[in-house]
């Protein structure tokens, strides 16, 4: 399995970004039982999770992006979303996308590099 994340770059404050996380190597049918999430990592800070969503479509969000972030899947594209408006400085970091089933099974994406310029 390998997830390609795109949509990356650079924003000035008040903007948007839309990043996408694709999977491959996994059967059409079974993209329905993971869940999928994004997280971030700012240069010398942990990283954090900024959203997920469960195989039964629940959301949850970090409480600093909350109103301003949107996750969301396809499953018939295996694609995890995250759209990201009015951003801010402190949203710079580089993204990843993660899928898990469980704690068994999980894969994580490259990262993409998101700079907020103020």
């Known amino acids: 399995v390998q997830l390609q994340a795109s949509g990356g770059g650079l924003v000035q404050a008040g903007g948007s970004l839309r990043l996408s996380c694709v999977a491959s190597?996994?059967?059409?049918?079974?993209?329905?039982?993971?869940?999928m999430g994004w997280y971030r990592q700012a240069p010398g800070k942990q990283r954090e999770l900024v959203a997920s969503?469960?195989?039964?479509?629940?959301?949850t969000y970090v409480d600093s992006v909350k109103g301003r972030f949107t996750c969301s899947r396809d499953n018939a594209k295996n694609t995890v979303y995250l759209q990201m408006n009015n951003m801010k400085p402190e949203d710079t970091a580089v993204y990843y996308c993660?899928?898990?089933?469980?704690?068994?099974?999980?894969?994580w994406g490259q990262g993409t590099q998101v700079t907020v310029s103020s």
């Open positions: 993660k899928f898990s089933v469980g704690s068994r099974r999980i894969y």
């Open positions: 190597g996994i059967i059409g049918s079974i993209i329905s039982i993971y869940d």
């Open positions: 969503i469960t195989n039964g479509g629940s959301i």
